[in-house]
Structures are given as C-alpha cells and as structure tokens.
C-alpha cells in the first residue's frame, strides 16, 4: 500500500513538473530570429539595456514585451526609456516590427517616434488588432495602406502632427471600434466611407482643420457610443440622421461653423449624457420636447451660439445636470421660478442672453450660478455664488442704466418698476436739476482729486530725492553731479572713507592683490570687463572686474557702482569697493564665490573625463533656480520702476559656498520700457533704452527676462550647457527638438531630455518634470503670454502644484465660467494661444483637444436695447503663432 501512494505521489509530481515546464516554455521566446529582431528594435530605437536587457529573456524580463507560445505577440514602448544617446536622436525606426509574425498589439503612446508612419505598417503587419501611436510626434500624412489592417480594432493616432486629408481607405476597416484622430493638422473634409464601419463604438476627429459637413452616413453608426468633432472649421447644418445614433452617450460638436438649427429629433437620443455645441452659428428657438426624453444629460453647452426664444421648462428638472451653460445667445423671456431648479449643486451659465423679469430668489438652492449682462430686475440677490453685474437688478453694483432698463421692457409692452433706488418717479425739471448738481460735483471732485495726487507726486519725488542723497553721502559719496537729460552723465566722485560699506582701492592695492593683473589671475574675459581672482594682505579672496573705458562704455561702471549701493538684497553679488584713480582703466572688487557661476559648474559636470567631480545634483540645481527666481522677482516687483536685468545667463549666476545665488553682471541693467524713466535715470545714470538695440525698446522688458530665465531652468533639468548664453540658430533649433518632450500630460517624456549625471528617484523625477513645465511657461513664444517672475517663483517653491494641482483632462469646458486650477492658469497660455508641442521642423504640433478653445471665443455685445451681434472668430494666425517667429525677434546676442 505504502509503495503504491509513494508511485502516485512521485507520478503527480512528474505531472506538475511536465505542466510548469509547458508553462514556462510558453512565456519564453522561442525564435532565435525574433530574439534578433527585438535586438534590432532595442539598437534602432535607443532603448536602454536597464529595460530591455540583452541576457535575460525577453518575454519574461523585458518591459512591455508579451509572449504566446513562445511569440512576440504585443510591445508596448510606454514607460520605456531611451538611453542618453539614443534619446539625443530619437526617430521612427521600427522596420524590425515587420517581421514578427504573430503581433497583435503595437503601442508608442507618449514615446517619441519622430517621422512619418511607414507605407508597410498596412502591408506587413496584417495580424495587427491594436495599433496605438498618440503623442509620439509623428509626423507627415497618413499611409491610406493603414486602411489595409482589416483585423485592426482599435486605432489611435491623437496628439501628433499628422497632415494632409484623412484616405478614404479608412473606410475598409471593417472590425475597427476605435478611431481616434485628434490632436492632429488634418484638413480636408470626412470621407463618407466611413459609414463602412459598422462596429465604432468612439470616433474622435477633433482638433483638427477639417472643413465641410458632417457625413449624413454618420447616421449608421449603430453602436457609437463617442462622436468628438469639436475644434474644426466644420460647416453647414447637423445632420438629422445622428438621431439614429440610439447608444449615443457623448456628443461634441463645439468650435465649428454649424450652422441652422438643432434636431428636434434628438429627443430619440435617450441615452445621451453630454450634448456640446458651443461656439458655433446655430440659431432659431430650441424645440419644446427635445429634452423631454433625455432625462440622463448631464452636461449641456450651448453658449456662444444665435438660439433666440424662451428656455423649454423641462431643461429646469433634469435630475442628473451638473452644467448647464447657455451663455451668449439670445434667448429671452422669465425665468419662472428659480426655485425649482432640480439640481443644487449643479453650475448654471444663462449669462450674455435676453431674460427679464422681477426673480424671486432662494439663495440656499444654488452653488454657482451666472446671471450677468441680462435684464433680470428686483433686489439683488445676496448669495456670492450668483454673479448679477449688469442686469436692472436694486441694491448692487454695476447694473444697467435705468434709461436702458426702462427701454428694454417698454419695447415689449411691459413695466420697469425699479425706475430710481427708492422707488418713486421723478419728473424731466428734477431729473434736470440732479443732473446738473451731479454734474458739479463730479468736475470739483475730478479738479479736486487731480491737485491731491500732484501733491502727492511732488511730495514722494522730494521724499525719494532726500532718501537717496542721504544714502549717497552715508557710503561716501562727497558730490553726486545732476544728469541733464540729453547731456552725457556728470562724473560720480566717491570718496576715500573706509568706514563705509564700500572700500576705496589704490591701484598698487589691485596690482599687488592680482600679481599685476597676471593672466594666470584671469578668470574669464566678460563683455563688459575681464575677471581677475586677487588676494587682499590679509589673504582675503576677492575678485576683481577691470572695466577699460577705451573699449565700453564709459558710464557702465558707474550705473553698477550706484545699482549696487542702493540695492541691499542678499541675492546680489557683495561689491566690497572700487578703484577709480587710474584715468583710463576702472576697477570694481567683488565679494569671492567659491564655487563660481553657474556655467562653469555646468560645463564641469559635462566633463567626462574628470571623474573626481561630483556632479551637482537636483536638490542643488532646484535651489539655485529658486535663488535666481527670487533676485529677478526683487527687480521687477520691488523696485519701482521696475528693473530689467537683461543679461540673464548662467554665467550671470554666481555661486558662493553653500551654493547661494548671487547674481552678477548688473551693468546692463535698464527700467522697464514705459515707466517713468526720468526719475530712476536721474538716481542711477542709466541710459532710457536698451544700448546696441536699434528700435531701443525689444529688451527693455520683464517679460525678456522671464525668457532668458526659461533657458536657464532648461539647463538645469537637461545639463545643456550655454543653452542662455545666445539666441544663435543652433540654440533655437536645440529648443525646437527638445521642447516637444516637455508636457503636462506625460511626465515619462521628460526623462529623455534630463541630464544622464543626475541619480533621480521617482519623488526627484516629478519635481523635474514640474520645472521643465515652468521653463516651458517662461519661453512662451509672446512675451504677453509669460508668467511674472513672482509667480515663477512660487511655482518653483512648490514644484509638486504645477503637476498635482488641477486636471487637464475634460477641457471642452475650460472657456466656460468655470474656475479654472492653478496649473491651467499658470500653463493655459501654451494651450489656447499656441500649441504644446514643437517638431524638429519648427512646425507645431497639438496636444490635447483643446487648443483653439480660447481663440474661437465669441463675443457679443449690447447697442442700442437688445441688438446683438454674431460671434466673432479669429483667424488661424492668431490662434495659432508660430513660436518661431517670436524666438527670432529675441535678441540675437546678449553681448
């Protein structure tokens, strides 16, 4: 009995060693050619060993490799990292993919694949049923060969540069559910082939440039569950046939040229919970029973459209509303009764419309609603979550004239009854003589205010005038000579009192301190004076900047004297004293830091060859950001008029031992262009406009240095070194090829750009990324466009908000009244008024479905009563700029 449970044990176990051994056989790769292969693939796209590493298998230890029966049946190159020199040139070289046989799924999604999509992807790659290139920068047209993938179920190419039409051999993928285009450049007009394909459940075309009507076949989509067409240049009616669409939950037409009126048959819609239409040209009155069946809406935009009559009832009671927005059209007539609003919490936008009437409100019934610019009159109601500006409503701010009021409800036979703030009726002679007393007492008000403020400014330039000479003569200055304007500037005489703050050098002090100014003394040589390292008696270290007034300007080092005096923040290179006795060479003593600028350090870490130095790691690169930010926020904020830097480099920042920013190179140094200029030009001799500028008024602007800064904050993230120091054609095509790695959206693009010395964990890594996206923000392509340097500061302080705060995603209705994130507000600009992405080329690319939103807002405003006028839509060039253009207006050379 023993022996035979002992042969039955010893038999199951050979049994689970046979079935394990299947199992493991079926999860390893059992082609030496795919082996090849996907080490070809690894070598073409740069991908590094750490995920797909050569000595292990790879259907079991490479990352996002999946294996059948010993095949490569799926690759997914998300997450997957290139190394540093394969992300310096990342292209679309996959033609290994061709030859495994049994792929099903291909996905890039968010990894870069610069080119176009190869003609034999449809050819060669049959058994293909997933096929997922978005936000890979592809770019080029479509291959209609693609329409050859019959077994393909689900295509997404969204958030590329793609061009050119859409082919209509689209139209043969008979199995296909998803098809996600947008985010492209497409133009041309839908194929109406696409009906052929009876199984989509999603069709996504939106942010693209395709014109003409929508295809009446759409109708036939029986299954379709999404339909996105929204940010186009789509014309004519909607279809009536989209009411055949019984699965329909979302549908999105908004920012197009629809015009006519919308489908009473989309009552049949019955499970329809999004309905988008804004900023359109739709018009007419809104059928009484559309909504009636369509008790599961949850989002109905309208706005900025020509609709025209009273509201149905019916809209007031869908249960599951959470946004209504029928803003900027011209519905009219009275909003019964508030109170039956089914739906608290939800947000209501009936702003920019015709509604009237005396309202009674419940305030406790609504968290956001927006009343403005109607002609609803009453009392106000007391609720800051109801906005009322510009109605006829008693007891608010910022309401509408009573003449226009009382106009607006006699052209429709009905009664204005709030006339005055009491109450009463006034006849033509009181009104006469209100007037004219009013009249008075605005013009003693307006004379009487004008002689206090020029009191006032004589007081504050008297006041400003005694601080300032008082100063002078506390550090030494004996005389300080007027500047006239127009007249070259009056010599500045210090005097030798070393008790000051600032010391009075001989010039034997500054030919003994540099062993007589020895080369080997020689820092650098600046452009505007050469650097020399000296040693006081005392074995001080200091450093000293010969300024020869034979080769710049005379004046420069004086504006650096007077600018360093009077600036006591602790960002700001220490100037310890000058000498000023030599008649044709100047010499201003600087504070030594040890550790030097920023350049050096930077061109120190890129020094392979040295591998005794320790690279500056990202704790300390974050902190010289957040010290520089806060000098330049001290120069534009603080100082009124506000200065501009205008020499911000990394060879401007200079880093003491405990790697605190000290910013250097303040000759340069100007007010901002449209200050008062007279007064700070007085106090620090400095010149109105920009030198070597020739309008004298490109550079003379915060926003210049926000831009300078963006590239010095790249150079942090991605070790580039001399990336601030020009604006040469190498430099902008460096920005050009590297900008499209930096997204909100995907933070795994970024690390093909970081700086390969860096050992960064996930924490470090996002908190990269977060300043990556603030240099993004400061090298916005129009300098309206940038961030403050306040804000930029507090964006770096708190790195993590930039990327934790706020969702990008669902932002059809970001132009709304909702309230927008943080993150949104700092980074909105690169969404709406440009694109997110630039391609090698210098073309942009677009990122998201939003990004013409905020370009194609409409805008109507009031004449006379209650004429309107149509939606105004800008053009594609002002929507879109190029960044290009900009970056070539930025000064050429910042010597």
């Known amino acids: 009995m023993l022996q035979d449970f002992m042969g039955t044990q010893f038999k199951a176990i050979l049994f ?71 992300s310096l040139f990342p292209q679309f070289a996959v033609d290994s993919l061709a030859n495994f046989t049994q792929l099903t799924s291909f996905n890039s999604s968010g990894f870069i694949l610069l080119g176009p999509i190869p003609d034999w992807f449809g050819q060669r790659l049959s058994q293909l049923k997933e096929l997922d290139l978005s936000s890979s920068s592809i770019l080029g047209s479509l291959p209609p060969s693609l329409g050859s993938m019959i077994k393909l179920t689900s295509l997404s190419l969204s958030s590329n540069s793609i061009t050119g039409t859409i082919p209509t051999e689209f139209g043969k993928l008979s199995s296909l559910k998803v098809l996600n285009l947008s985010g492209n450049s497409l133009t041309g007009s839908i194929p109406s082939s696409y009906s052929d394909i009876g199984n989509l459940t999603v069709l996504d075309l939106s942010s693209n440039l395709l014109s003409g009507p929508i295809p009446i076949e759409f109708g036939s989509f029986h299954d379709l569950k999404f339909l996105n067409l929204s940010n186009n240049s789509l014309s004519s009616y909607i279809p009536a046939q989209l009411a055949n669409l ?146 006829c409503f008693t007891g608010s701010l910022n309401q509408r004239s009573s003449e226009d009021c009382r106009k607006f409800y006699a052209d429709r036979g009905l009664v204005f009854v709030n006339g005055s703030t009491n109450g009463t009726s006034q006849t ?35 006041f400003l005038k005694i601080c300032y000479t008082g100063n002078s003569n506390e550090r030494g200055t004996s005389n300080v000579s007027p500047v006239v304007e127009g007249d070259n500037h009056a010599p500045v005489k210090f005097s030798s009192d070393i008790s000051g ?62 600018l360093l005096n009077w600036i006591t923040h602790h960002r700001f290179v220490p100037l310890l004293g000058h000498c000023l006795e030599h008649e044709s060479e100047k010499f201003l003593v600087y504070k030594y830091m040890r550790n030097g600028d920023l350049f050096s350090l930077l061109s120190r870490d890129t020094d392979l060859g040295d591998e005794n130095r320790q690279s500056l790691d990202w704790i300390t690169r974050l902190k010289i950001a957040i010290g520089t930010a806060e000098g330049l926020a001290y120069l534009h904020h603080e100082c009124n008029p506000p200065l501009v830097h205008r020499d911000v480099q990394a060879s401007s920042i200079l880093l003491d031992d405990k790697f605190e920013v000290r910013l250097g190179s303040l000759s340069e140094v100007c007010t901002q262009e449209g200050d008062n200029h007279n007064l700070i030009t007085k106090f620090f001799h400095m010149p109105k406009n920009a ?64 700086d390969p010395s860096l050992i960064l964990d996930e924490d470090l890594l996002e ?80 990122e998201g479905i939003n990004l013409r939103q905020s370009g194609r807002v409409g805008s109507h405003s009031h004449s006379s009563g209650n004429e309107r006028s149509s939606s105004c839509k800008r053009s594609s060039s002002e929507i879109f700029p190029e960044p290009q253009e900009t970056l070539d207006i930025e000064r050429q050379d910042m010597n």
């Open 16 to 86: 689970l060693l046979f079935f394990y051994s299947v199992l493991a056989k079926q999860n390893q790769l059992s082609s030496n050619l795919e082996y090849q292969d996907l080490l070809n693939l690894r070598s073409s796209l740069g991908i590094r060993a750490r995920d797909w590493p050569r000595k292990s298998d790879p259907c079991s230890n490479w990352t996002g490799i999946v294996c059948n029966n010993g095949k490569v049946t799926s690759i997914k190159l998300t997450g997957v990292r290139r190394s540093h020199k394969g």
């Open 246 to 391: 019984s699965q329909l939950v979302e549908l999105d037409l908004g920012y197009n040229y629809l015009s006519g009126s919308l489908p009473e048959d989309f009552s049949r819609l019955r499970n329809l919970r999004k309905l988008l239409i804004e900023n359109n040209e739709l018009e007419g009155e809104l059928p009484s029973t559309l909504f009636s069946n369509l008790s599961l809406m949850e989002y109905i935009v309208l706005s900025w459209n020509r609709f025209e009559g009273e509201i149905p009832d019916v809209l007031w009671s869908l249960s599951h509303l959470r946004i209504l927005d029928i803003s900027g059209n011209n519905f009219t007539g009275v909003v019964s009764n508030f109170t039956n609003f089914s739906v608290s919490s939800a947000s209501y936008n009936l702003s920019n419309n015709l509604f009237f009437g005396n309202e009674a409100f419940d305030i406790r019934n609504f968290q956001s609603i927006d009343l403005s610019n109607n002609y609803f009159q009453g009392l106000a109601p007391n609720n800051s979550g109801i906005q009322v500006m510009s109605n």
């Open 428 to 462: 033509p002679a009181q009104r006469s003589s209100k007037s004219g007393h009013t009249r008075l007492l605005i013009m003693v008000g307006v004379f009487g205010g004008l002689g206090v403020l020029m009191l006032l400014a004589l007081a504050i330039l008297l």
């Open 501 to 562: 703050s600032v010391e009075s050098f001989t010039y034997e002090q500054i030919l003994q301190a540099t062993s007589n100014l020895n080369e080997t003394n020689l820092i650098k040589h600046g452009h505007t004076g050469d650097i020399f390292r000296g040693i006081l008696e005392g074995g001080v270290p200091i450093v000293i900047k010969k300024v020869s007034l034979l080769q710049s300007e005379k004046e420069s080092y004086k504006l650096e004297l007077d």
């Open 691 to 754: 030198e070597g500028d020739p309008t004298g008024s490109s550079f003379t602007s915060c926003t210049y240095d926000v831009y300078c800064f963006g590239k010095v904050l790249l150079e942090l993230v991605t070790g580039k070194v001399g990336i601030s120091q020009s604006d040469d054609a190498s430099t902008k095509e460096w920005l050009n090829k590297f900008l499209p790695f930096i997204t909100i959206r995907e933070k795994e693009l970024v690390a093909n750009i970081v």
């Open 767 to 846: 908190e990269m990324w977060a300043v990556a996206i603030v240099a993004k923000a400061c090298l916005h392509p129009r300098p309206s466009k940038r961030p403050e340097m306040r804000r930029v500061l507090k964006a770096l302080e708190n790195p993590f908000k930039v990327v934790r705060e706020g969702s990008f995603n669902s932002t059809r209705l970001r132009t709304t009244s909702l309230r927008r994130s943080w993150s949104v507000a700092f980074l909105g600009n690169w969404h709406h008024s440009s694109q997110d992405s630039i391609n090698a080329s210098g073309q942009t690319s677009k």
